[in-house]
């Protein structure tokens, strides 16, 4: 009887042992990313962009009634699933007046509006996580719709499921400690005008602003990776901020598992994408920026940039990793630490 007490209690112990080391705080925080990682639907990103990038919103151009209607799309989306917009606006709209779109090259450009939701953080709600893609394109040419399926309707319907993984998260007692804000901007094609315009008048002072992390570009595959669509450059997370390209090496091996391109990260590079998209007008500010991106591609500005071109596989798993790296920067103890100089 004393040794099979005694063999009871070594079970006991060492399945004990087990709960534990399979309940610690590491296994369960991947195991609550991972459930929303997962959350994100390549089903909804094939519906929502098949209808963004259709010919009906003729070719989304900076303040046209079909951009216009691919806002309104968006924003019926985010009322469907719960997602608000943010705290202190009165609507998913920040109206931009044409004066300032057309001030530093006069092209015309009627008003137009950056469209926000907000999933607000429950321990730090005054720190905000930007996530940008520009919502625009370049309209119809010469009689033929310039859809910007991957240009850049795969960054927006990106922020639209991130948007709702968040507020299943928060809605199942788990949303990020800081406060999110998805920002689709306007007039990017035309000079960064959506993200400068909200830089030049935030919704949050840029001082609480802790990050932004840029999609645009990331549903199809360039010349340089002809054989896997496996991989996404990565572009100035190392360039103000250690934490933050620390954070997007670590959460890829953690959960995606993608082959990081550091090809257009350097600022020598003739390209000079960092410049050319969002993130530029948060990064120039100070604020740590991260841009994502597939590189071009044939159909680049082209009107064979059409849905039926995506790789929704890779647009899933892009999608899937600026989700993990918004959601660390979110939820990590401390604030990113702004330890470079962006030269």
């Known amino acids: 009887m004393k040794k099979i007490i005694t063999l009871s209690l070594l079970i006991a112990l060492f399945t004990g042992c087990n709960a534990q080391k399979s309940n610690s705080p590491k296994s369960d925080k991947k195991t609550v990313v991972n459930t929303y990682i997962n959350s994100i639907s390549t089903e909804r990103l094939r519906t929502n962009l098949t209808y963004i990038a259709s010919d009906e919103m ?51 450009l009627p008003d137009s509006e950056n469209i926000w939701a907000y999933i607000e953080g429950s321990e730090k709600p005054n720190e905000i996580v930007v996530i940008s893609a520009h ?41 990020p400690k800081r406060s999110i804000l998805i920002l689709h901007v306007t007039g990017e094609e035309h000079g960064l005008h959506g993200s400068r315009y909200y830089s030049e008048n935030p919704l949050f002072p840029l001082k609480n602003t802790v990050a932004d992390v840029n999609i645009d570009m990331i549903g199809r595959r360039d010349d340089f990776h002809k054989d896997s669509n496996n991989y996404v450059y990565v572009i100035g997370s190392d360039y103000l901020s250690s934490d933050l390209y620390n954070i997007c090496e670590s959460v890829n091996k953690e959960y995606i598992n993608l082959t990081i391109d550091y090809k257009y990260n350097d600022k020598n590079d003739p390209n000079r994408f960092y410049y050319r998209s969002d993130h530029y007008n948060f990064a120039k500010n100070g604020i740590p920026s991260v841009f994502l991106f597939n590189g071009t591609h044939a159909d680049y500005h082209k009107p064979g940039d059409d849905v039926s071109k995506i790789e929704f596989d890779a647009l899933t798993k892009r999608t899937q990793y600026a989700f993990a790296i918004a959601w660390e920067i979110a939820n990590r103890h401390k604030k990113l630490v702004v330890d470079k100089k962006d030269k």
């Open 58 to 108: 003729e070719g989304r151009e900076t303040g046209s009634a079909g951009q216009k209607k691919a806002g309104q799309y968006m924003i019926d989306f985010y009322k469907s699933h719960g997602v608000s917009f943010p705290k202190g606006a009165k609507d998913y709209y920040q109206p931009i007046p044409a004066a300032f779109l057309n001030a530093k090259r006069n092209e015309n």
């Open 135 to 175: 919502y625009d394109h370049v309209g119809v040419k010469n009689g033929q719709v310039y859809n910007g399926a991957d240009d850049d309707g795969s960054g927006t319907v990106a922020l639209m499921e991130m948007a709702v993984a968040f507020q299943k998260a928060k809605n199942e007692g788990h949303g």
